[in-house]
């Protein structure tokens, strides 16, 4: 989802493409740096004995405000190229997703670095480098 949005906002800015057809915005979602997360699988590799823990954010984003930081980004207003389209509507649609950290900040002493925003930005910058080559 995260890329699709990304990718769309860089093609819409360079005039490569006119909207973005999503289903349901409103939907809360934990979205984090997979650089965040390399750091958390390596804390787990250091320790004596293999657990279970659960590496998230602990913090949702609807897709609506993920989709309103990355237009943003671009000085553009998502509302003049979201689409809303039953088609990506999901069946079975689980409407928050959300992780909870909290054993891996207690054990491994780790935490995301790279919030919501920042990682939205930095995808946005790479997708128009991207689209700009193609």
Known sequence: MTRKVTDAVARIKLGKQTELRLGNIDAKRDWGFAGDYVEAMWLMLQQDKPDDYVIATGVTTTVRNMCKIAFEHVGLDYEKFVVIDPAFFRPA????????????KAVLGWQPKTGVTELIQQMVDADLRRVKRE
């Open 93 to 104: 649609e689980v409407d928050v997703l959300r992780g909870d950290p909290a054993k891996a």
